[in-house]
């Protein structure tokens, strides 16, 4: 499969957590773009991937199983990490059971966030969105669409500058793990943990990515839609000093903003990554 032509996209959010799109969508966009092969990596659920791998079966596209686990990290001032899970097996009950805790812990931080609302005027409906999520993961962006719905913002962008960023006034943190909880869950399942997308996080210090690797971290997300060429550089010297996988994706979760199209396929990853992966999961 691999060449200098195939082209893959590692990094994509389905409805099932914070996408707009079905996994028959993405995988449809993905054949669209060009794409070999993509991994779904949805927030604390694994919900998608069956639908995914489906849809990838009809369409020729290969469809990796993965995860994004949201960490927090520093003693004082803590910081949310991401953590990507790869071939994570999404079969799994034990694994499945821990991701429920996540997502019961989401519909009390989604309460929260209503009775938040709630108090400076904004009353939604909690019941009504609770229940038109059903079994996806909630989080802000279901927030941020149902206040444009009620008119009471005109973007997403907008939701999140004036309710739900992290300074705002609706903000509830996440129930939250430690890097090397989330790391541990990863390979527990059977999967290759990565750091995600580290410059947009602001966590890509060398001290702190030393410390993930010796906790067990296979790989960094070098190329991301919001990691500018000289820091792609920088990570390649990190991965290549650490002996960690480099990995990248478009971090797809919809069409927003001024976007005419999906950023699915707009990173490109060459399948020799898919590769390197798969070595590495046979040695596990």
């Known amino acids: 499969m691999a060449g200098k032509d195939f082209y893959v996209d590692l990094h994509i959010h389905t409805y099932y957590s914070d996408g707009a799109f079905s996994p ?4 449809s966009y993905a054949q669209k773009s060009g794409l070999t092969a993509i991994a779904i990596t949805d927030h604390d659920t694994v919900d998608g991937i069956e639908e995914a791998v489906e849809s ?34 999404w079969k799994s009950t034990k694994f499945k059971d821990t991701l429920d805790i996540f997502k019961n812990a989401r519909t009390e931080r989604a309460k929260e966030i209503f009775s938040k609302l709630e108090k400076i005027g904004i009353k939604l409906n909690p019941e009504g969105l609770i229940a038109s999520v059903g079994k996806k993961v909630i989080g802000r962006l279901h927030f941020a669409k149902e206040l444009i719905a009620n008119g009471i913002v005109a973007s997403v962008q907008e939701a999140f500058q004036k309710y739900l960023a992290a300074d705002q006034v609706a903000y509830v943190p996440k129930y939250s793990i430690t890097p090397k909880q989330a790391i541990d869950l990863i390979i527990d399942a059977g999967g290759i943990p990565v750091l995600a997308h580290p410059y947009y996080g602001h966590y890509n210090n060398m001290d702190v990515i030393k410390k993930l690797a010796d906790d067990g971290l296979q790989g960094i997300e070098v190329w991301h839609n919001k990691h500018p060429e000289h820091v792609v550089r920088k990570l390649l010297a990190i991965t290549d000093e650490l002996n960690l996988i480099a990995t990248g994706g478009s971090d797809c979760h919809g069409i927003y903003g001024n976007q005419e199209t999906p950023l699915i396929g707009k990173i490109k990853v060459p399948y020799s990554v898919i590769e390197t992966l798969e070595k590495k999961k046979q040695k596990i």
Not at 24 to 27: D, I, Q
Not at 64 to 80: F, R
Request: hydrophobic share 30%.
């Open 24 to 27: 028959e969508e993405v995988v």
């Open 56 to 89: 990838g079966k009809k369409h020729n596209i290969e469809v990796i199983s993965g995860i994004e686990l949201s960490a927090e990290y520093g003693e004082t001032n803590k910081t949310e990490m991401h953590i990507l899970g790869y071939y994570v097996d």
